[in-house]
Antibody
Framework: QVQLVQSGAEVKKPGASVKVSCKAS????????IHWLREAPGQGLEWMGI????????TYAQKFQGRVIMTGDTSTSTIYMDLSSLRSEDTAVYYC??????????????WGQGTLVTVSS | SYVLTQPPSVSVAPGQTAMITCGGN??????LHWYQQKPGQAPALVVY???DRPPGIPERFSGSNSGNTATLTITRVEAGDEADYYC????????????FGGGTKLTVI
């Protein structure tokens, strides 16, 4: 069965960087785009960007451009999201999610369990 | 920029029908998707492409999309349906991006 398993919770200081991983299994890793989203406390879902694991191409939300880098490792079927220059407002649960096969846009059919990133001095 | 508007909350008694709306300018021109999120869990897809259901989602969940409003309808509501529900589109009108509504808390009273 399709699974996306994310790395564990992180606590970071303002100005630091965090790298969250998302390991995919149960399907052909290079056949589906992966999106990253986040949910801040009491807030809704916010889209951060998308990566094509086959070629590594990315599109980032304008809000995160310059601060986020998404990469993939086909040898381990893992996607990484690196967010730099962290501030308190980046405290959130970060999710990876799979786009439906054959689509880059559209809907997200499988989600990781989420990774809590806390930014605090 | 495009905006999706959802009511913050909807309350319904068990066995009744819940209707959760998602408003947007000419939303009928977009493919609309719905997610259910229970406390402490990741969101889960319940309707995609306006009205299709993923495997395992009960027929009690249905979607529609017309004019400026899309609707998620849940019939014969159960206590286990209590959750936050989010609508989602892909917006390529300006900055290419995935957009979500603000979410609707469904309370089963």
């Amino acid at each position: 069965q399709v699974q996306l398993v994310q790395s564990g919770a992180e606590v970071k200081k303002p100005g630091a960087s965090v790298k969250v991983s998302c390991k995919a299994s149960g399907y052909t890793f290079t056949s589906c785009y992966i999106h990253w989203l986040r949910e801040a406390p009491g807030q809704g879902l916010e889209w951060m960007g998308i990566i094509n694991p086959s070629v590594g191409s990315t599109t980032y939300a304008q809000k995160f451009q310059g601060r986020v880098i998404m990469t993939g490792d086909t040898s381990t079927s893992t996607i990484y999201m690196d967010l730099s220059s962290l501030r308190s407002e980046d405290t959130a649960v970060y999710y990876c999610a799979r786009a439906a096969p054959g689509y880059s846009s559209g809907w997200l059919d499988y989600w990781g369990q989420g990774t809590l990133v806390t930014v605090s001095s | 920029s495009y905006v999706l508007t959802q009511p913050p909350s909807v309350s319904v008694a068990p066995g009744q029908t819940a209707m959760i709306t998602c408003g947007g300018n000419n939303i009928v021109s977009k493919s609309l998707h719905w997610y259910q999120q229970k406390p402490g869990q990741a969101p889960a897809l319940v309707v995609y492409d306006d009205f299709d259901r993923p495997p395992g989602i009960p027929e009690r969940f249905s979607g529609s999309n017309s004019g400026n409003t899309a609707t998620l309808t849940i019939t014969r509501v159960e206590a286990g349906d209590e959750a936050d529900y989010y609508c989602q589109v892909w917006d390529n009108s300006s900055d290419l991006r995935m957009l979500f509504g603000g979410g609707t808390k469904l309370t089963v009273i």
